[in-house]
Nanobody
């Protein structure tokens, strides 16, 4: 059974930094795109950052120049380094990965709350 497990401390002051990690476990052949999304109560889940298996990057305009996504393919892990955090970055953050087993399937982590205090 494939799982995405997220980790990272969730409460910081504005202007500080925080790093989220997400590791994929289970039985599969390969991981294609990996990414981070966030969702506020009553709103749609939105893309924060995405990285392909070859390292191509995509960021939401609101986080460009502040957030950096990276991945360690040997560890099946994706990271999100968040710098210069703002109160409006407060959300539940979800890890996402396209994982190739006998079929290609989209997986989500359980979500981790990030709260930025002013």
């Amino acid at each position: 059974q494939v799982q995405l497990v997220e980790s990272g401390v969730g409460l910081v002051q504005a202007g500080r930094s925080l790093r989220l990690s997400c590791v994929a476990s289970g039985s599969f052949f390969a991981i294609n795109d990996m990414g981070w999304y966030r969702q506020a109560p009553g709103k749609q889940r939105e893309l924060v950052a995405r990285i392909t298996s070859t390292g191509s990057l995509n960021y939401a305009d609101s986080v460009k120049d502040r957030f950096t996504i990276s991945r360690d393919n040997a560890k099946n892990t994706v990271y999100l380094q968040m710098n210069s955090l703002k109160p409006e970055d407060t959300d539940v953050y979800y890890c996402n990965a396209q994982i190739l087993g006998y079929v290609k399937k989209n997986y989500w982590g359980q979500g981790t709350q990030v709260t930025v205090s002013s």
